[in-house]
C-alpha cells in the first residue's frame, strides 16, 4: 500500500515554545522549520509514501518544503491542529478518493525512512491505527486505509483518545525515529543521540544543550 502523508506545521513564530529553557525565541522558528525539512525529507524517501502534504500557512516553511517536494495544503479552518489534519486529508481525498493517509507529526528530525515502512506497511492491516510517541502519552502517527476517516484526536494524552476511538495501537520495537518528536530540550537530546538529519544538524550545531 502506498500512502499520502498529511503533516501539519502551525506558523513557524508561534512553533516550538516549549524548547524555551534550550532556545531563545530568535532561535525557536529556524529549529521547528529544520525538524519540518529533515521530516519531510525522510517521509519523501520512505518507499512506502506516495506524496507528503503539508498542512500550513507559514510563507517560509510554504517555500522550503515545496522545493523539498512536499505538497501544501493552505490551513483554511485555522482552528487548530485536528482541524488541520481533518482538511489535510479531505483535501487529499478530493483529488485522489482511494488514498491511504497517515497523519505525521512536522517535528520527528531523527526520521528514518525505513522505519517509518515498517510503521506503515504495519497499519495497512488495520482500518485505522496509531503509533504512541517516545513518552508513551502522545501520538506521532495516525493511520486510516482506503474507505476510513482519519478522525485525529491529537492534543494532550492523545494515545489513550485515538485507543478510545477506536484506532488500534502499533506496538512495534526497533523504530525510535518514528516515535521521537520535539517538543522540550530533554526531546532534543533524545533525538541528537538517535541522530538527526542535515538542517536539524545544522541549526543545533551553536546550541548549548543542558545535559550533552
Given at each position: 500500500m502506498?500512502?499520502?502523508?498529511?503533516?501539519?506545521?502551525?506558523?513557524?513564530?508561534?512553533?516550538?515554545s516549549r524548547l524555551s529553557d534550550t532556545a531563545s525565541d530568535g532561535?525557536?522558528?529556524?529549529l521547528a522549520?529544520?525538524?519540518?525539512?529533515d521530516t519531510v525529507s525522510a517521509a519523501l524517501a520512505c518507499p512506502a509514501v506516495a506524496d507528503v502534504a503539508v498542512v500550513t500557512?507559514?510563507?517560509?516553511?510554504?517555500?522550503?518544503?515545496?522545493?523539498?517536494?512536499?505538497?501544501?495544503?493552505?490551513?483554511?479552518?485555522?482552528a487548530g491542529l485536528n482541524a488541520a489534519l481533518t482538511h489535510g486529508a479531505a483535501a487529499v481525498r478530493a483529488q485522489?478518493?482511494?488514498?491511504?493517509?497517515?497523519?505525521?507529526n512536522a517535528d520527528l528530525p531523527a526520521l528514518r525512512p525505513l522505519e517509518l515502512a515498517r510503521v506503515l506497511d504495519t497499519a495497512a492491516e488495520f482500518p485505522r491505527a496509531?503509533?504512541?510517541?517516545?513518552?508513551?502519552?502522545?501520538?506521532?502517527?495516525?493511520?486510516?486505509?482506503?474507505?476510513h476517516?482519519?478522525?485525529?484526536?491529537?492534543?494532550?494524552?492523545?494515545?489513550?483518545?485515538?485507543?478510545?476511538?477506536?484506532?488500534?495501537?502499533?506496538?512495534?520495537?526497533?523504530?525510535?525515529?518514528?516515535?521521537?518528536?520535539?517538543d522540550t530540550g530533554e526531546d532534543l537530546r533524545a533525538a541528537l543521540a538517535l541522530g538527526v538529519g542535515p538542517r536539524t544538524a545544522a541549526a543545533t550545531a551553536g546550541l548549548l544543550i543542558r545535559g550533552q
Open positions: 502506498q500512502w499520502t502523508l498529511v503533516i501539519p506545521l502551525k506558523p513557524l513564530a508561534r512553533a516550538k532561535l525557536r522558528p529556524g522549520l529544520a525538524f519540518a525539512q500557512d507559514d510563507p517560509l516553511a510554504t517555500r522550503e518544503l515545496t522545493a523539498l517536494g512536499a505538497r501544501i495544503v493552505p490551513d483554511e479552518p485555522r485522489h478518493p482511494e488514498s491511504a493517509v497517515a497523519a505525521l496509531f503509533l504512541a510517541d517516545a513518552a508513551a502519552i502522545g501520538t506521532t502517527l495516525l493511520s486510516a486505509g482506503r474507505g476517516e482519519l478522525r485525529p484526536a491529537f492534543g494532550t494524552d492523545s494515545r489513550a483518545r485515538h485507543r478510545a476511538s477506536g484506532a488500534v495501537e502499533l506496538c512495534l520495537a526497533g523504530v525510535d525515529s518514528v516515535r521521537q518528536d520535539v
